[in-house]
């Protein structure tokens, strides 16, 4: 009796299984497809050219750089050094020092010959006290803003507070741009005549590039297996997940390293969101509540082209932490906005991206460890359920590795920004094992992420560096 | 139960590493050829700059410099392509143009018809940076043709209008009204001044994005016989056109009469407020000094810094700030009165 009834479930549960990757390898085909057509059209151009109309139009729009800073003093210097080379018309950088209990304020004051200034600040969101707030006296478009401590989200509202210039980006303490990024990320914007209110592009991986003074000199490969892991896991998001997702206007996800908002738009949403760790999806998905409430027709952009570069997690432990964190944060922008699921009033973001993020990004990883699971207990089982779990296991190579080598295929066709082949192969070749030991990994960090989230558990994990620029 | 299933998905899985490999197979060929021919070209590269560079300084024919394959063209390209951007002189630009003009035209000529997008867009830029004549009725042809994008239709015109081409404007008016005015302000930012006299003349019958950029272009232009154009605009229009006229006049900085621009510190409408205040700083006009004064304690955030930075503009205007901080009681004014006290200095 008991025997079958277990049966019964094994049997059922093997067809959830294999019908739910069923499903999403279809919606994930369909996506690669738009992709490479939207990537192969604009194959080859000559970017450089492209982006100097833009540099030499007097008319640009200025933008203000955020850097949210906590104990920062190994690497802030150089993070802004590197924004000092880049190329845009006009634009300003903020570093808002966010009580960070190390030398940060006193190494930015002394590098940048800084000096203390009366400003009057618009107080438009509510925000920790501000302290002090210092000029650097030769760059007088470098700024530090000394506040108390109050997490990166209310460091990035003290920045939405003090900027000057009508659109903002915020950035990371330990990412590297290229010098273009701002040319690339602004093109959608200004193209569109303002329809487009933020944008962003692809993130890379820093790990293993030669790097100095906050420039790109070469793209390399680090010889570390999980860095080369998450290079592939990386490209295929950005190139396949992103640039499909956005050419329809369902892009919930502006990566926090890099990119471009409006401030109006953003203000007018609210700003960061100071109790959630993923304030940057949040915030997207508010602005998209936002316009959807009030029937603007404005988009979200997203440009394939990379245009940041950042550290990853070389460990295990902190990969494990940066993971399970991340999918805290997807729960919590999910469930925030919850009422958007299926509801009519959010169109595509309510019947298409909703679905998308809940069930795929959000409850896949689940599908996916029992998938796993059931192959191993299939193993003690044995007759008809060994058949169901090589179906299992067949699904999950297309579902896992095969994506990921096409990703790489696509990398290779399309932006080729790996000069050597032996680079292109070896990505192809660790894309191939993604599933047999990468992916087990990831699925099951994340699905501690949701029982972290069940639990109630808000730690950030902090990430150690190491520093990637010499 | 599963067996032809289970044989299906392993040929479809076998099927699927094949097209992936062959996928594969075929970039790697491809990559491997590339970087042959970049090593070429580099090789040519090297080979070419210093007979090119000395035709430029003093142009004598020099057989080395024929191209006489693909690469070669292409290395020309990449050098005159390097050479044009740093180089000064009005008559080495103009024997580099020759060059480009002897040597890339027939390329140039097929890669206009090429199928490949980014190629035509490539092979519209550099027609621009060498100033390739002989080829705007291509670049016209191009412009007409039903596959044309957007973008290609906006570079095209670009191009148009960097040759004097005679009937640049018409054929903006009847065919392409549809553009933004970043895309406009693109097409005509080097546009010569007989295109800008006719855009002025029909400004009135022009659509309000072309309005726009016509009045960006004239701030960009910066000359004053346009001052009394843009004046009658400012007088003649409301709204968004208007702004755009003020700005325009602050960014040249001359108007024939204050007097007629003062009413505008009294405007329902804070963007004509700033605007004027901003009009103020750059003309530097005593009488405009009390009205600026009234802006700094002005409702809006915007106004109030607009009015400071142009008082400070003024000779004595910290002098008149300072006067502010002390006798003001209004605490949003004296705020940012005292911001603009301790800037710059």
């Not at chain 1, 659109?167 to 329809?195: H, R, T, W």
């Not at chain 2, 199928?115 to 705007?136: A, C, G, P, V």
Request: aromatic share 12%.
């Amino acid at each position: 009796m008991l025997n079958t009834v277990l049966m019964g479930i094994m049997t059922t549960y093997g067809w959830f299984i294999t019908i739910f990757m069923m499903i999403v390898i279809i919606f994930y085909s369909s996506i690669l497809v738009i992709s490479s057509l939207q990537l192969r059209r604009e194959y080859q151009l000559n970017r450089k050219q492209t982006y100097d109309d833009y540099l030499n139009d007097y008319y640009s729009k200025p933008i203000s750089i955020i850097v949210p800073a906590y104990n920062e003093e190994a690497g802030i210097i150089q993070s802004v050094r590197s924004l000092l080379s880049i190329h845009y018309p006009s634009y300003e950088i903020i570093v808002v020092n966010d009580g960070s209990k190390d030398e940060t304020v006193a190494k930015m004051i002394e590098h940048y010959d800084m000096v203390e200034v009366h400003k009057v600040i618009r107080k438009q969101i509510k925000t920790k006290p501000i302290k002090k707030i210092y000029q650097s006296k030769f760059l007088p478009y470098l700024y530090l803003v000394d506040k108390d401590n109050g997490g990166k989200a209310d460091a990035l509202n003290v920045g939405l507070n003090f900027s000057n210039f009508p659109y903002f980006c915020s950035l990371d303490g330990d990412s590297v741009l290229e010098a273009d990024a701002f040319l690339k990320v602004m093109k959608p914007i200004i193209d569109s005549n303002e329809q487009v209110i933020a944008s962003g592009g692809s993130i890379r991986i820093a790990n293993g590039c030669h790097i100095e003074n906050g420039n790109i000199l070469n793209v390399g490969l680090s010889k570390n297996p999980l860095v080369i892991m998450q290079i592939i896991e990386y490209l295929r998001a950005f190139l396949m997940g992103r640039v499909g997702l956005s050419r329809h206007n369902l892009l919930l996800i502006i990566s926090g390293a890099f990119g471009v908002f409006s401030k109006h738009w953003v203000l007018q949403a609210g700003g960061y969101k100071t109790d959630t760790v993923g304030e940057d999806m949040e915030l997207v998905v508010r602005i998209h509540r936002l316009l959807k409430e009030r029937k603007l027709d404005k988009k979200i952009g997203y440009v394939p082209d990379p245009v940041c570069w950042t550290e990853v997690p070389e460990s295990m432990t902190y990969l494990r932490r940066q993971r399970s964190r991340w999918h805290r944060g997807l729960f919590e922008s999910l469930w925030t906005h919850r009422k958007l699921t299926f509801n009519p009033k959010y169109g595509s973001i309510g019947f298409i991206s909703f679905p998308y993020f809940w069930i795929v990004e959000f409850l896949g990883p689940v599908v996916e460890l029992s998938g796993f699971i059931y192959i191993i207990l299939s193993l003690f089982f044995g007759g008809v359920y060994i058949e169901f779990a090589i179906l299992i296991f067949f699904l999950s190579c297309l579902y896992g590795s095969f994506f990921s080598m096409a990703a790489v295929l696509l990398e290779e066709w399309s932006l080729r920004r790996y000069p050597k082949l032996d680079q292109i192969l070896k990505l192809f070749v660790y894309s191939l094992t993604e599933t047999l030991w990468y992916r087990p990994l990831t699925v099951f960090w994340r699905c501690e992420g949701i029982w972290q989230s069940i639990k109630g558990e808000t730690s950030w994990g902090e990430m150690k560096r190491k520093g990637v620029s010499k | 139960m599963w067996g032809k299933e289970l044989l299906y998905l392993s040929i479809a899985t076998v099927g699927i590493i094949c097209i992936l490999g062959i996928i594969l197979l075929y970039l790697v060929l491809r990559k491997v050829i590339e970087n042959r021919q970049k090593n070429k070209i580099n090789q040519y590269k090297e080979r070419l700059s210093e007979p090119l560079f000395s035709f430029i300084l003093s142009p004598e024919m020099s057989r080395s410099l024929i191209p006489d394959n693909k690469l070669k063209i292409q290395a020309i390209e990449q050098l005159l392509d390097k050479y044009v951007e740093v180089l000064e002189g009005d008559f080495e630009k103009k024997n580099l143009y020759s060059l480009a003009e002897l040597y890339l035209t027939d390329y140039y000529k097929a890669a206009l018809k090429s199928r490949n997008w980014s190629k035509r867009m490539n092979t519209l830029y550099h027609i621009e940076d060498f100033k390739i004549r002989l080829l705007q009725s291509d670049v016209k042809q191009l412009i007409n043709s039903k596959r044309t994008t957007r973008e290609e239709k906006v570079l095209g015109l670009r191009v148009l209008a960097y040759f004097n081409y005679e009937n640049l404007f018409e054929e903006i008016h009847l065919r392409y009204h549809y553009f933004s005015e970043y895309e406009y302000r693109s097409i005509l930012l080097k546009a010569s001044d007989r295109i800008l006299d006719e855009l002025v003349i029909s400004f009135h019958k022009s659509q309000i994005m072309l309005q726009k950029a016509t009045l960006d272009l004239l701030a960009h232009k910066n000359e004053l016989k346009y001052v009394p154009f843009i004046e009658s605009v400012c007088h003649s229009y409301s709204g968004e056109i208007r702004l755009r006229a003020l700005k325009t006049l602050a960014a040249i900085g001359y108007v024939k009469d204050i007097s007629h621009y003062l009413p505008l510190c009294k405007s329902s409408i804070w963007e004509e407020r700033m605007m004027a205040a901003k009009l103020l700083g750059t003309i530097q006009d005593e009488e405009g000094l009390n009205c600026l004064i009234s802006l700094l304690h002005d409702p809006f955030w915007w106004v109030r810094s607009q009015a400071a930075q142009s008082i400070k503009k003024y000779q004595n205007g910290n002098k008149i700030l300072k006067n502010v901080y002390q006798t003001s009681k209004d605490p949003f004014a004296i705020d940012m009165a005292w911001e603009w006290i301790n800037k710059g200095d």
